[in-house]
């Protein structure tokens, strides 16, 4: 298979079910935001698996990523084709479950926020930062999929996707503090 097919030299791409939209359609942006995610968080655990003390941040990390891979197909699914048995594809309320389960774990031992903090830190800790900005713009372009189509997507995908940078704040907190990095306050 050929890594370039010239379907899109002329600025259409192809959603799940064979429709053809600009690439600068909504729906395409959005699930490029979630892909641009997708790669922050490769950046950040390729910076942690130089780091012995946050190989749990590496897993999570993988799992979030295969979980953003089912959240775009989603997203590249209009007309809601994609079947049912095909679980991987599927992101519901276990997976928000389990996001809020590591943000539980990872802020148990962390020191309370009491003031803004500044983006930064250690490597991974930046990195994680930038995710978060990433997600968050992500949440945005599908909360306007949603004003202008109340049936675009899932209801909780984006419920997945908040609770994401949430965890991802929570993360990069985890990391610097694992780095012996302090945090700077605001």
């Known amino acids: 298979m050929k890594i370039y097919t010239k379907t899109g030299d002329s600025g259409e791409t ?45 897993e999570m990390i993988e799992q979030i990523q295969k979980d953003l891979f089912a959240l775009g197909a989603r997203l590249a699914d209009p007309a809601h084709k994609i079947a049912g048995r095909v679980t991987k594809v599927v992101v519901g309320a276990a997976d928000v479950a389990r996001l809020e389960g590591w943000i539980d774990t990872l802020e148990a031992s962390l020191p309370p926020l009491r003031k803004f903090i500044l983006a ?53 907190r985890a990391a610097n503090q694992r780095a012996e990095t302090p945090e700077i306050e605001w």
């Open 14 to 58: 192809g959603l799940y079910g064979g429709v053809r939209v600009s690439k600068a359609d909504p729906r395409v942006a959005t699930y490029g935001d979630v892909d641009e995610l997708n790669a922050w968080l490769g950046f950040t655990r390729a910076s942690l698996q130089q780091t012995s003390h946050s190989a749990d941040l590496a």
């Open 120 to 172: 930064g830190g250690s490597p991974a800790g930046a990195a994680l930062h930038v995710a978060r900005t990433a997600c968050r713009r992500a949440e945005r372009g599908m909360v306007a999929l949603l004003a202008a189509d109340s049936d675009a997507f899932e209801s909780d995908l984006l419920v997945y996707v908040n609770r994401l940078s949430d965890l991802l704040f929570v993360m990069a």
